[in-house]
């Protein structure tokens, strides 16, 4: 999109706001250098280089979240040679606001400029400024494509941006440190305490499918290490023995049409707990293939890759439905097992790891039919498994609604967090007495 100088400056000042007295609107080209020239990264002299690019930022913070050479990415093209202090900020997807301080003579990616402030800016106000919220949107509007938004050299240097004296720069710099390492400790301790419920409801669930809480008193041993004992009436047997397990129809671009269309399952709708059923694709599916992969109500649908092993339960609705290869259908061979009791296994075996450990690896990438069927786990009776199911959506529930609370704090936490950065770079704090808090919009 092309924005002239005139559309430009009118946009800052909505975007920006009115400025206090010594601050001016300056073009953003006028202050910087984006440096150019690339350098061979398979060369000697950078290969061992701190190799930044915008996966290793994390958006809206300025915080480096990973650290690799360019040698370890096996970086083959040419990249942007950044000085320490330098700013790096990345051109594509703008509206994720990526950008952070160099830390070392380092290397970035072609898809992120090095930018080195003149006299009329600091690096660091400058960095604290490219990731606000207005800035942010003024370079998207500028940037806007149907495929990949992506700034350019000459849209960035034609931004209007709020600059104060050097002095007040360095005060507003010493401000937000400060200030949004308060709000990050926060934010970090929100992410902890999420982290420790989501434990929970794993050794939740192991507790109750392993021995259904203190009801039983006569434990016998089994042969599985993380199993240990179980109640005497508990049985124990591999998944392929009480359940029919199919692969689903492999994927054809050639039968997308046909006279048997009917909607399939992918991968990606079958989350934790829930199947999505709008908008999904139709493949065409002969009588035959329609018996062997058609769903039936209480059928458990297992992820075969990318989440291995992440598992939903099929309620059934109307409509004929059916799933292709990256599903697994589990379904009972008799009505002695209930499709929750085995959901919640396929959540502790997954989120415990009891399938990559046996790879010995902290994640798999597939879980075959075969590793499926023979994957050992504890049998109760039916009842005892309607009451266990009871118990644990019970439990869970509360667990989640905890969670949902942690998030929602996390997300006031991160919107006054950037609320603070747009108060700060416009002018909108007093930070004379450090009490600006209650200046900043809402």
Known sequence: MNISNT???????????ELPEQWEYRKLGHGIEIKGGQVDPTKESYSSMLLVSPKHIESGTGKMIDRQTAEEQGAQSGKYLCEPGDIIYSKIRPELAKATIAPERCLCSADMYPIKSRSAYRNQFLAWLLISKPFTELVSLQSQRVAMPKTNRESLSRIRIPTPPLEQQDTITSYLNKKTSEIDNAIEKTSNLEDRLKNRRVT??????????????????TDIPWLG???????VAKVGWIFDIQLGKKLNESEITGENLYPYLRNKDVQWWDVNTDNLPKMDFSPREQSKFQLKKGDVLVCEGGEAGRSAIWKGDNKETYYQMALHRVRPINGDQIPEFFCYFMEFAVKSGLFSSRANQSTIE???TEKLSNQKMPIPPRRQQERIAKRLSESVDNIEKSISSIKKLRNVLEEKRQAIITAAITGQIDMSEDQGMSKIPT
Request: net charge positive; glycine share 10%.
């Open 229 to 235: 004992k179980v109640p005497e009436e508990w049985g």
């Open 204 to 221: 939740k669930i192991y507790e109750q499918i392993t021995h259904s809480g203190k009801e039983h008193t006569g434990k016998k041993q």
């Open 7 to 17: 559309k430009s400056n009118s946009l800052s000042r909505e975007m920006f706001g």
């Open 366 to 368: 597939h879980i075959t």
